[in-house]
């Protein structure tokens, strides 16, 4: 098998050392491969662009160029293989993260060393 140059590895944007220490916040989670987080940095990366993007829409809908936190908030998040709109609708997520002014943060594990 013949090793191909134009063959390029697309690594994502997101620092994967940060990744993979947001991963072992976790208290269930001892280690994580490489490819795993690369594949949850990529994944990411790829649900910020949709959901910046959809905001932007909803933004530009209301005749603004600015982004608000009610922007995102109101954003669907949808599965695009769904076959039929019943099936869609019930992988249908309304993102609700976007933080309020008056909620306090959880606290976190720390990785103390």
Same mark, same amino acid.
Not at 45 to 65: G, P, Q, T, W
Not at 68 to 74: A, E, F, H, N, T
């Given at each position: ?9 697309? !690594? ?10 947001? #991963?072992? !916040? ?7 491969? =490489? ?8 994944? =990411?990366? *790829? ?12 933004? !530009?809908? #209301?005749?603004?160029? =600015? ?43 720390? *990785?103390?060393?």
């Amino acid at each position: 098998m013949e090793y191909n140059n134009s063959d390029k590895f697309i !690594l994502p944007a997101l620092p994967l050392t940060k990744v993979k220490r947001i #991963c072992k !916040l976790d208290a269930e989670v001892n280690s994580v491969s =490489t490819q795993a987080v690369t594949l949850i940095a990529m994944a =990411t990366e *790829n649900f910020i662009k949709i959901l910046s993007v959809e905001a932007y829409r909803r933004a !530009l809908f #209301c005749d603004r160029r =600015t982004l608000l936190s009610k922007d995102i908030g109101d954003v669907q998040v949808e599965d695009a293989g769904k076959n039929n709109e019943s099936e869609a609708m019930e992988s249908t997520e309304v993102v609700e993260s976007v933080p309020s002014e008056d909620v306090k943060e959880s606290p976190v594990r720390t *990785n103390d060393v």
